[in-house]
């Protein structure tokens, strides 16, 4: 498992991973957004882009991991793991924050495995699904 800063020549293996990309224009304007502001990284296997993460600066000037995405054919096998890891890494001295929906169990517990706080709510993004905000302390 190679984890590498994405290159605009990503954008197709980035929309073929994200399922919600498959249906929805908006997904896939966003992530060329991301691919342009050299924020994204992707976990590849074998020279294949099976995940990617994205960290961004707009939460309270600290880091905040936006999305993590693993591929279909990738998931359970520790690429979400990995990004965000890296992503952790890239960022040693800061407070780095996150958020997930209370209906995804799988990435709070891998919040909290990978030693993240749940350090709030936000109600009506998600109707009926509010959304927890996490954070991992500084190194």
Sequence with gaps: MKV????????????AVDSVAETSQERRDQISEWLLSA????????GR???YGVLT???????FIEMVMVGKDFRHQGFATEII??????NPSSKIFSSTN????PMQMLFAKLGFKPTGYVDN?????PEIIFYH???
């Design 4 to 15: 590498r800063l994405t290159t605009t020549d990503d954008y197709e293996a980035l929309c």
């Design 39 to 46: 924020r994204c990284h992707v976990a590849e296997a074998d």
């Design 49 to 51: 882009i099976a995940a």
């Design 57 to 63: 600066d707009p939460f309270f000037g600290h880091p």
């Design 85 to 90: 890891r890296y992503l952790l890494s890239t």
């Design 102 to 105: 209370t209906s995804n169990r």
């Design 125 to 129: 993004l998600d109707e009926g699904d």
């Design 137 to 139: 302390p500084a190194a």
